[in-house]
């Protein structure tokens, strides 16, 4: 499968949100194939995983819940596709590009694009409808920016509210709740989200365990 072919079945359909899958992680050459022995090297490279995980904080789709799966690399992927057997449309906002050959990152992307590849065969096996609500999916590595040489490539990255649908779309689209999966809310998802709780949106945290637990966001430092 090349990675065209990945971003096709991640962007299948006439979903309304697929048009936000951002597109970064599956550019590649069209004439990069990976086979399931690409895949396992690529595996034991990257340390990551190719399995799909139990939900436990939601048993079943609710139309007016979308969900922010904010997972250290590549495990937002793997939740993305339980949350799709669960009725949610995963939606991967992977925003992070590669460092050079023999070069070193401040953020390991390379478990997140061969988990994707990985994840579209599976996406093939579930029968996802152009009306699920959907689970945008986010690598809580992305604002690491420590760095130990001025030579380590920053490819750390921010989410802006441009990159994702507005507070009246969601509402407009029949949700005003909103999930947040993670270790704790980023301060990129703080800035965003307070302006869609001044428009209604109610939030709910959860660790990945625990039932989701209603949340304030604070208003950000540097709010405008």
């Not at 597109?23 to 340390?47: A, W």
Request: include cysteine; charge should be neutral; aromatic fraction near 14%.
């Amino acid at each position: 499968m090349t990675n065209r072919e990945a971003f096709e079945i991640w962007t299948s359909g006439e979903s309304k949100w697929v048009s936000w899958v951002r597109p970064v992680p599956f550019v590649m050459s069209d004439n990069d194939k990976m086979n399931n022995n690409d895949l396992d090297q690529e595996c034991e490279k990257c340390f990551a995983s190719y399995d799909i995980p139990e939900v436990f904080y939601i048993e079943e789709q609710k139309k007016d819940i979308a969900i922010f799966v904010d997972r250290c690399g590549y495990c937002g992927v793997n939740e993305g596709l339980s949350l799709a057997k669960l009725g949610w449309r995963p939606i991967p906002l992977y925003n992070g590009t590669n460092e050079q050959p023999l070069a070193m990152a401040l953020v390991d992307n390379h478990g997140i694009r061969s988990t994707l590849l990985w994840g579209a065969e599976v996406l093939k096996t579930i029968s996802l409808k152009d009306d699920d609500p959907p689970a945008f999916l986010l690598d809580s590595n992305r604002m690491h920016r420590y760095k130990m040489k001025v030579s380590v490539f920053d490819n750390s990255w921010d989410l802006y509210a441009q990159d994702i649908p507005s507070p009246e779309y969601f509402i407009s689209s029949g949700i005003d709740k909103i999930i947040i999966v993670g270790e704790k809310i980023h301060k990129d998802l703080r800035t965003i989200f307070y302006g869609f709780q001044k428009k209604g949106i109610r939030f709910f945290f959860t660790d990945g365990f625990k039932k989701p637990e209603t949340v304030r966001i604070r208003r950000p430092f540097r709010w405008f």
